[in-house]
């Protein structure tokens, strides 16, 4: 199928606390997986990207974890601040005669102070 | 600021109308790609150009069209407007044609309708 199951699809932790977002996907070919944030009343930025050749890529406090075996990678935000609040999107191509970029339903991610 | 601009910011219509949504890309950027985003919903591809030329298809609705001019603008024109039709119009730009691409996302146009 042509989709990526994102979940949960709200999250809420206390600040300090990490925050594991997971998705899944269909098509064994896909080799690039963005997520990208997107802020209340904002538009939606890359954050991290993992390609398939890897299977972990970090920055800073935000890391992603690629298992291609299991077709799922997962967002992970360590020591979370309230500015972490916002959704957050996964992405896989998909290839239906064309590839595209297909982006799963997206989490809420609330930080409470 | 991404690069992206988008116009106009808000629109408001009756159903039945038609609108036009306009996109300029990045500098550089041959992709032009349009998405669907409603209330509380995620980011529903609907089209991509790529230096003119159609690329990628999505959930497009017949109602709807695009396309890219030379000067790589783009523009989605949506007719027969109805009230499901009312959402965040998002376009996004990248260099290339594929989505290993990052995708540079406008400010996003709100449209109402009524």
């Known amino acids: 199928g042509e989709n990526v199951e994102q979940h949960p699809s709200t999250l809420s932790v206390q600040e300090g606390d990490s925050a594991v977002i997971k998705c899944t996907y269909s098509d064994s070919a896909s080799n690039y997986f963005p997520w990208y944030k997107q802020e209340l009343g904002k538009r939606p930025q890359l954050i991290i990207d993992i390609r398939s050749n890897v299977g972990e890529k970090k920055d800073q406090r935000i890391a992603v974890t690629l298992n291609k075996t299991a077709k799922h990678f997962s967002l992970h935000i360590t020591e979370t601040q309230p500015e972490d609040s916002a959704v957050y999107f996964c992405a896989a191509p998909v290839n239906t005669g064309f590839q595209k970029l297909v982006f799963g339903t997206g989490t809420r991610l609330l930080v409470s102070p | 600021d991404s690069g992206v601009t988008q116009t106009p910011k808000h629109l408001i219509t009756a159903t039945g109308q038609r609108v036009t949504l306009r996109c300029s890309p990045r500098?550089?950027?041959?992709?032009v790609y349009w998405y669907q985003q409603s209330l509380d919903q995620g980011l529903q591809f609907l089209i991509q150009?790529?230096?003119?030329?159609?690329?990628a298809k999505g959930n497009i609705l017949e109602r709807f069209s695009a396309q890219q001019f030379p000067d790589l603008h783009s523009e989605l024109n949506l007719s027969s407007l109805e009230l499901g039709d009312s959402a965040l119009y998002f376009c996004?730009?990248?260099?290339?044609?594929?989505?290993?691409?990052?995708?540079?996302f406008g400010p996003g146009t709100r449209l109402t309708v009524l």
């Open positions: 150009y790529y230096n003119g030329e159609e690329r």
């Open positions: 500098s550089g950027d041959l992709s």
């Open positions: 996004a730009s990248s260099v290339g044609s594929g989505p290993h691409n990052e995708q540079f």
